[in-house]
């Protein structure tokens, strides 16, 4: 039987500096606008909702920055995550492809997550915060600030989408168990939830309106500030840890990827993963064929509009160009809780509209179909949303089957599956549909995109 292989680097190599693909890009990225007025913000229109050093790092194009020695320190618990080649895998699809895969479920809450949340944690605790708000949907980035909140001493309230708050006991009972606080959204602890369940009493919740939850309640208190798990420059950012360490791996390996594959909810993983490949390409370095992988029912990439919209559903964010199926887009309810959210890191939109990136969509039982036949191999039972990216890399690995290539794929394994063993049970048993979203509707909320005069 195939042995597995596994490339593990020690505790130096835990990279010194986040990789901040500003400084490499084409373009210069679009502002971020102010809500009401439109125009650009500064940093202290932001000031109300994050630290000083997240703002800072947000608007930075320094091609590094470095990464605290305290926080690292932390980081060293599970990093460097391991790198595995899919040797039983490659002999199960009869592939002459190679594959790679870089492991975050690792950390102590299971997904990439841990990345960002300690490193916002860290930074809010140093700027006196004593409290953090944020949403969640699927349940794995409340789990990581909450642990967060635990490691730094900071309270932690998390508004989690409704239809995975009543999905998911046990993660609620793990964000707990951290000291977290956790409120079904929408709710009627806030203005926007009761907004929200006036129109719809049954409404099921969104990522969209449980940030615009998660938002109210830190403007409201001065010891009190909001983090967001994907999405923002400086999230994506904090992932870049996970690509440069598989550049290191890859070259333990002697051998470089024709493709990097990830799943994209926000991007934070994706970019994680794919910025420091992107970067190296792009100042001319060694190529790279990247893949973004998205949900078919929540198609933001290969369905959405590039164009200014908001980040939630109350229309409190900033504006921010990415690709969006608009703020009051709901996506129909699927398992990869992680990926429903209408809009798309503004950094891999844009390095999409430039051609660095080429997104995908699949429906979720053919990546639950991949994620069993990868868990068979492997013995690791990937998140549902990893799922989209093992299908992607399977499928590009069936590819070099019929064509007789032999290229080297890695793709990043974002987390594991045990909170979501109700998904499997289901997919088992037949139950999972592919449910496609509501063309009226998407076309509804593109109709409502807000008019920027800046595009
Ligand atoms: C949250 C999550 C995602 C999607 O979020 P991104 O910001 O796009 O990475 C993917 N995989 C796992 C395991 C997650 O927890």
Known sequence: MAKQVKYNLSEKDIPKDWYNIVADLKNPPPPVLHPGTGQPVGPDDLAPLFPMEIIMQEVSAERYIEIPKAL???????RPSPLHRARRLEQALDTPAKIYYKYEGVSPAGSHKPNTALAQAFYNKKEGVKRLTTETGAGQWGSSLALAGAFFGLEVEVFMVKISYNQKPYRRAFMETFGATC?????????????????NPDSTGSLGMAISEAVERAVQRDDTKYALGSVLNHVLMHQTVIGQEAIKQMEMADDWPDYVVGSTGGGSNFAGIAFP???????????TDIVAVEPAACPTLTKGRYAYDFGDTAQMTPLVKMHTLGASFVPPG??????????MGPLVSQLTEEGEVQPRAYHQTECFAAGVAFAKAEGIVPAPESNHAVKAAI???????????????????????????????DFMAGKLKDEDFNQDELAMALAGLPKVAAE
């Open 277 to 287: 490949f992107i970067g190296e390409k792009l100042r001319g370095g060694r190529k």
């Open 72 to 78: 690292r320190d932390v980081y060293r618990q599970w």
């Open 183 to 199: 409120h079904a959204s929408p709710s009627t602890l806030t203005e926007a939830g009761k907004a929200i369940l006036k129109e």
């Open 395 to 425: 499928d590009l690995a069936l590819d070099c089957k019929r064509d007789g290539t032999k290229k080297t794929i890695l793709f990043n394994l974002s987390g594991h599956g045990y909170f979501d063993m109700q998904s499997y049970a």
């Open 334 to 343: 699927f398992h990869a809780g992680g990926l429903r959210y209408h809009g």
